[in-house]
């Protein structure tokens, strides 16, 4: 059974939603995260820039489907800023432990949208990769090294090249489907493939 | 009871599948069609201004989302394009008849995603009055006259003003509820406001 692609960034907020309920997903999923804005400079479009449109994401409409799920949303501080220390060091935890990654992730993404840490803040991510049980200056080596950094380059090219437009972007057997709000069509797509 | 403002546009996918489940909200509905061309000269973007969201949103989600109601979308031909004849027929029926401008609506709204009609041709939306019970002629006449442009004009100003930029758009008491699949959502709001 191959698995499903769940491509996310740790700055969206409807990313942090699917995250949170990615348990529910009975399907294996390759959790990738990736930097929305390297894809936006690719395809030529902000997903939030025009006030509009970003105060009904961010006052409006994600708070309310968090709430949904019985989380209060927190906007992280400096929103919206890169989320280059934890899409690190994602892929440094998962060259040696791809499960303690998904642990990683959801940590941090706590630590982003529960308690409105700065995305872009490197230290936040160390804490991270400490509270799944690294040592904080082991961490943070490993998120610049070379290999990180092309790592993190890598799959954000391959993200646009499988047409990964937004966050969350789930790709089930090709079929994609964007956004959090998208999920129960990924589980009935999860369930009808497994006949 | 406040009504709920639905406001759509009726070159949209998702306003067309929104106006498909409309029956299915018990408080009464102002229908709002409106230009999202020109809120998006004011705001500074359009929707589906970069191909990979176009090619997902017309060729992925929307058949989708439509096929989970029974519907199977067919893209208007020249999509996209204005759908000025029907904005101005609806607001030249509910003149009249604000209960039949609703039927039209849906009647519009049907010969272009189910049979593929153009949204910009006059003859379509005058076939869509025709079949509400109005004579073809008068249709014509009424959709040229200047209170007919000049009341669109207004009701577009009027989604800027109430801070709309997509459709479908809800407003439910001011709170604003953006796309089809919030649907569910702003049945319950209204249920809870019931009391």
Redesign the interface.
């Known amino acids: 059974m191959t698995e499903i692609d769940f491509y996310f960034d740790f700055a969206s907020p409807y990313g942090f939603i699917a995250a949170m309920q990615a348990d529910a997903v009975a399907r294996p999923m390759r959790w990738r995260p990736f930097l929305l804005g390297a894809v936006y400079k690719t395809?030529?479009?902000s997903p939030l820039?025009?006030?509009?449109?970003r105060?009904?994401v961010i006052g409006?409409?994600a708070p309310?489907m968090a709430r949904r799920i019985g989380l209060e949303l927190k906007v992280p501080a400096g929103f919206p800023e890169h989320a280059l220390p934890a899409s690190r060091a994602f892929y440094w935890i998962e060259r040696q432990d791809p499960a303690r990654a998904v642990a990683f992730a959801k940590e941090a993404y706590r630590r982003y949208w529960l308690h409105g840490c700065a995305t872009s803040d490197a230290a936040v991510a160390v804490d991270a990769a400490a509270s799944v049980g690294y040592d904080r200056s082991t961490a943070m080596a490993g998120m610049q090294e070379q290999a990180t950094k092309q790592r993190l380059a890598f799959e954000n090219d391959e993200a646009i090249r499988k047409?990964v437009?937004?966050s969350p972007f789930f790709l089930v057997d090709g079929?994609?489907?964007?956004g959090s709000?998208?999920m129960p069509?990924v589980m009935e797509a999860e369930r009808e493939r497994a006949g």
Chains 1, 2 share one sequence.
């Open positions: 395809v030529g479009q820039d025009h006030r509009l449109k105060d009904y409006v409409d309310r047409g437009f937004g079929e994609p489907f964007w709000d998208r069509l």
